[in-house]
């Protein structure tokens, strides 16, 4: 094809065929310029065919990240602060009996109220949505729901419900000095454990194990509530997501509470 095109400039310029060339020179710009236009389109549609499939993608992993993260509260963290406040219940019954409860028994109510849980986040799928680009999220208000939960309501509330762990953890520790001390003892599989042992026979009573028992009570308490509002920020997240997947004609799982079963 150039070679058929280097002919005709050749015959036109020995034929002194000025004006005639001229107009084949622009007509051979104007083509490239097409070809140039046309290669662009290609290319734009392409980089724009893999940003839908990228934002497909995208949404589909967050919205497997939320699902996965309410499978941790539902069958981990919320079992187990149900676990801390039966503890405490048990606790302030053998405190109100005004009677001393078998150790055994009131070791167990005691290891409940302490109950300890990690709570995590899974954002890796919203990180990399970041890192390419919100923007590339035409939906005002879905770019909104998740810039606002990942980068305000998920670390506000992880922050609410875990920024006094330490202190408690501390203050508990104290408390304990006038209450228990330590001893090794054989497990039921013969190995060596450390075991509190209360140290006076009136320690129910005593006024650190009352601090103990209010401190993570009202803990408790506080946790509970952070994380209802914790999760109501997840289903909100969800319902928007999901009708940007419904619109996309995108497949997805609704999450399902129900299914879900205690991990302990």
């Given at each position: 094809?150039?070679?058929?095109?280097?002919?005709?400039?050749?015959?036109?310029?020995?034929?002194?065929?000025?004006?005639?060339?001229l107009l084949y020179a622009l007509g051979e710009i104007v083509l490239v310029m097409i070809g140039i236009l046309l290669a662009l389109q290609v290319n734009n549609w392409n980089e724009a065919r893999k940003a839908r499939a990228f934002l497909d993608f995208s949404l589909q992993e967050i919205h497997s990240d939320?699902?996965?993260?309410?499978?941790?509260?539902?069958?981990?963290?919320?079992?187990?602060?149900?676990?801390?406040?039966?503890?405490?219940?048990?606790?302030?019954?053998?405190?109100?009996?005004?009677?001393?409860?078998?150790?055994?028994?009131?070791?167990?109510?005691?290891?409940?109220?302490?109950?300890?849980?990690?709570?995590?986040?899974?954002?890796?799928?919203?990180?990399?949505?970041?890192?390419?680009?919100?923007?590339?999220?035409?939906?005002?208000?879905?770019?909104?729901?998740?810039?606002?939960?990942?980068?305000?309501?998920?670390?506000?509330?992880?922050?609410?419900?875990?920024?006094?762990?330490?202190?408690?953890?501390?203050?508990?520790?104290?408390?304990?000095?006038?209450?228990?001390?330590?001893?090794?003892?054989?497990?039921?599989?013969?190995?060596?454990?450390?075991?509190?042992?209360?140290?006076?026979?009136?320690?129910?009573?005593?006024?650190?194990?009352?601090?103990?028992?209010?401190?993570?009570?009202?803990?408790?308490?506080?946790?509970?509530?952070?994380?209802?509002?914790?999760?109501?920020?997840?289903?909100?997240?969800?319902?928007?997501?999901?009708?940007?997947?419904?619109?996309?004609?995108?497949?997805?799982?609704?999450?399902?509470?129900?299914?879900?079963?205690?991990?302990?």
């Amino acid at each position: 094809m150039i070679r058929f095109f280097r002919q005709i400039r050749q015959r036109l310029l020995s034929g002194n065929r000025t004006s005639q060339y001229l107009l084949y020179a622009l007509g051979e710009i104007v083509l490239v310029m097409i070809g140039i236009l046309l290669a662009l389109q290609v290319n734009n549609w392409n980089e724009a065919r893999k940003a839908r499939a990228f934002l497909d993608f995208s949404l589909q992993e967050i919205h497997s990240d939320l699902k996965s993260d309410l499978n941790l509260i539902y069958g981990g963290i919320e079992p187990r602060l149900r676990m801390r406040v039966q503890g405490s219940e048990r606790l302030y019954n053998m405190i109100l009996e005004e009677r001393r409860p078998e150790d055994s028994v009131f070791l167990d109510a005691y290891r409940q109220m302490k109950m300890s849980f990690l709570l995590t986040a899974t954002t890796e799928s919203y990180q990399s949505l970041k890192e390419r680009g919100l923007e590339i999220i035409q939906d005002k208000s879905l770019r909104n729901s998740l810039l606002n939960f990942y980068e305000i309501g998920l670390p506000r509330s992880h922050t609410f419900i875990t920024a006094h762990d330490e202190r408690i953890r501390d203050q508990t520790t104290e408390l304990e000095e006038a209450v228990f001390v330590l001893e090794v003892r054989k497990s039921d599989q013969g190995k060596p454990v450390h075991v509190q042992i209360p140290i006076s026979e009136d320690y129910i009573h005593h006024q650190a194990m009352h601090r103990i028992l209010l401190l993570n009570t009202q803990d408790t308490r506080q946790k509970r509530y952070r994380l209802r509002n914790l999760k109501k920020g997840y289903y909100a997240t969800l319902d928007i997501l999901e009708e940007e997947l419904t619109r996309r004609s995108l497949p997805y799982t609704p999450f399902d509470s129900t299914a879900i079963k205690p991990d302990f």
